[in-house]
C-alpha cells in the first residue's frame, strides 16, 4: 500500500479546527499566535523557555486518552501541532465569560501585579487543576518552576493554587473538560498516519509518517535537523539566528515514546521526555529524583527528550553523567541498520558524536542497579531550580565482603568537552578499603581527569574544587553522614 501524504498540519487551536502550510521551518508557535491570529495574551520575555511567559497548553492523545501538558511557545515550531489541541490563556475561561476557577482564585488571591506573567502562570496552573485534584505545595512549587513572576512574589499565586484546587464547578463551565470527547475524536481523525511535507522559500518541514518513514527521511537528507522538543534547537533559532532548514519532527511519533522496564534494567525510546521517564526511572533508580525534578522548568520537561539530550552532545547536559555512571547505551539507527554503543564512547570530543551521517538515536538502555551500590548524581547550579548546569557528578562504586572497592564508575558534565569518566579517581578507588584515607586519594587524582574551563557559569577552580567536594559528600553519605544542607525547620516556619 502507497504510503499517504499531505502538505499541511492540522490542530485545534481553542474552539476552531486549524490547518495550515507553507509555513517556514523555523516559525515559531509564539510568533504564529500573536502575528497571524492575534492572540496576544501569551507573551514574550526570555524567547529561551525560561520565563513561562508564553506557556500555553497543549493536549494529545496517548495511549487513547487525552491529556494535556505546559509547553513554551516561544521555542516550539508550529510545525510540531499536528493532530494536537493547543489552548492559549484566551480559552481558559468559562464558557458564559465568567473567570476559571484558576483565574478566580489568582484574582481572590492577589496573584496579580504588573500582569506580564500572569497568562503563563494561569496556564501553567490551569493544566495542573486538570491533573491533580489535591496538589501539595510541593506539587504547586514544581508546576512553577518554569514561570518567573518578577513583582508579586508567589506566596499569593500558591495560594491561589490552592484555593483553586477545592473549586471543582460544574463540568460545563471548563470548556476543555466539557469538550474532552469532542476534542478527542477530532485529534483522532487528524492522526492518519500520512507524511506530511510542507515547503517554504526558506526550507523544508517534514513529519515522518512512523519510524521507517523517519530512517528512510533522514537517509536521504542527513544534514537535516532531527526536532523532538526543540529545547535546544529553539535557542538555535531565537538566540542564534541558525539556520535549521530542512526540519524533521519527531515529537509525534508512538514508537520512539515506549518505555520497558524489565529485571535487566530499562529501555526508554529516544522520544520520550523527561516527564514521561520520571515515572519509570525513579522507580528503579531513586537517586534520580531531586536531578529530574531540576531539569528544566515544568515546559521543558514536558517538551525535552532523554534521547535529544544525549544526541546534541552537550558537555552540560543533564542526564549523560548519570546515565554514563549507569553504564547506559544507546541503540543508533540508519536506515534498517542497527548498532548499540556504551554511552561514553557515544561522545568523542566537543560537538562530535560518534554518529555516521544519517544515524539517529533510537532508544537508550540503563542497566537496573546491583544489589548494595552505592549510587548517587548531584547537580550544582547557580539557581536551584531551572539552570543550567555548572557541573554534574555521578558516583556508582560497588564493594566487595571485605569491604575493598570492586567497582567504580565516576563521570562529570561541564568538567571537560564532553561528559567524562574519572578514570584516574577511579583507579585510585579499586581495590582499596572504602574509607575516608581512600577518598581523598581519588579526589587528589580528579585533578589529573579533567582540565575545566573558566565561563560565566563557574570558573576553572570553582569546578574544580566542587567536583573534589562532591565525591567527599558522596562518601559521606555512604557511610549514614548527614552532607547536604537542610532548611532548618524553624526557619522554614518563619
Known amino acids: 500500500m502507497a504510503q499517504s501524504h499531505r502538505t499541511s498540519i492540522r490542530f485545534r487551536l481553542n474552539d476552531q479546527t486549524v490547518e495550515i502550510s507553507g509555513f517556514a521551518p523555523d516559525l515559531t508557535l509564539l510568533d504564529w499566535l500573536r502575528l497571524d491570529r492575534r492572540l496576544t495574551g501569551t507573551k514574550e520575555g526570555c524567547a529561551e523557555g525560561d520565563c513561562g511567559a508564553c506557556t500555553v497548553l497543549v493536549g494529545r492523545i496517548d495511549n487513547g486518552l487525552l491529556s494535556y501538558e505546559t509547553v513554551n511557545a516561544c521555542i516550539r515550531f508550529v510545525g510540531s501541532f499536528d493532530a494536537t489541541h493547543v489552548v492559549t490563556v484566551e480559552h481558559l475561561n468559562r464558557p458564559d465569560g465568567g473567570l476559571s476557577a484558576v483565574q478566580q482564585a489568582m484574582v481572590d488571591n492577589h496573584g496579580s501585579q504588573c500582569g506580564f506573567c500572569t497568562p503563563g502562570i494561569v496556564a501553567s496552573l490551569h493544566a495542573l487543576w486538570l491533573a491533580e485534584p489535591e496538589p501539595t505545595e510541593a506539587d504547586i512549587e514544581r508546576q512553577l518552576q518554569g514561570n518567573l513572576c518578577r513583582c508579586t512574589g ?9 484555593a483553586a484546587a477545592k473549586t471543582i464547578p460544574a ?38 509518517a512512523d519510524l ?3 530512517a528512510a527521511l533522514y537517509e536521504a537528507h542527513p544534514k537535516a535537523t532531527i526536532v523532538a522538543g526543540s529545547t535546544d534547537v529553539g ?26 522496564t524489565d529485571e535487566a534494567g530499562i529501555t526508554l525510546g529516544a522520544g520520550v521526555s523527561y516527564t514521561s521517564a520520571r515515572g519509570a526511572l525513579v522507580a528503579m533508580y531513586p ?44 541503540t543508533l539507527r540508519k536506515g534498517d541498520n542497527r548498532r548499540t554503543v556504551p554511552l561514553v564512547d557515544f561522545f568523542i570530543e566537543y560537538g562530535k558524536q560518534d554518529r555516521q551521517a544519517g544515524e539517529f538515536v533510537e532508544s537508550i538502555f540503563v542497566p537496573a542497579l546491583e544489589d548494595d551500590v552505592f549510587f548517587a548524581v548531584y547537580k550544582i547550579s547557580k539557581r536551584r531550580d531551572e539552570d543550567i548546569s ?25 568538567m571537560a568537552g564532553t561528559p567524562k569518566r574519572a578514570a584516574t579517581a577511579e583507579a585510585a578507588l579499586i581495590g582499596q578499603p572504602w574509607s575516608w584515607d581512600t577518598i581523598q586519594a581519588a579526589r587528589v587524582a580528579l585533578a589529573e581527569d579533567y582540565q575545566p574551563l573558566s565561563d560565566w557559569r563557574a570558573s576553572a577552580e570553582y569546578r574544580m574544587l566542587a567536583a573534589q567536594n562532591l565525591m567527599i559528600r558522596f562518601f559521606l553519605e555512604t557511610c549514614g553522614a548527614p552532607a547536604r544542607i537542610e532548611r532548618h525547620p524553624a526557619m522554614a516556619e518563619a
Open 212 to 214: 521507517n518513514d523517519l
Open 235 to 260: 535557542l538555535w533559532v531565537t538566540k542564534h539566528m541558525r539556520d535549521i532548514a530542512p526540519v524533521i519532527h519527531i515529537g509525534h511519533l508512538e514508537e520512539l515514546k515506549h518505555i520497558k
Open 154 to 162: 508567589y506566596e499569593p499565586i500558591v495560594k491561589a493554587a490552592i
Open 287 to 330: 537517586q534520580l529524583a531531586e536531578l529530574w525534578d531540576r531539569i528544566g522548568g515544568e515546559q521543558v520537561r514536558n517538551m525535552g527528550t532523554v534521547g535529544g539530550n544525549i544526541a546534541n552532545g552537550s558537555p552540560i547536559g543533564d542526564t549523560p553523567p548519570p546515565l554514563i555512571a549507569l553504564d547506559a547505551s544507546v
Open 390 to 414: 555548572a557541573l554534574c557528578g555521578a558516583f556508582h562504586v560497588t564493594t566487595d565482603d571485605e569491604g575493598l572497592v570492586a567497582s567504580a564508575r565516576i563521570a562529570f558534565g561541564g
Open 171 to 208: 463540568v460545563e463551565n471548563d470548556r476543555l473538560v466539557a469538550a474532552y470527547d469532542a476534542t478527542t475524536e477530532a485529534l483522532a481523525e487528524f492522526t492518519d498516519g500520512a507524511r506530511v511535507t510542507i515547503e517554504n522559500e526558506r526550507g523544508t518541514t517534514y513529519l515522518p
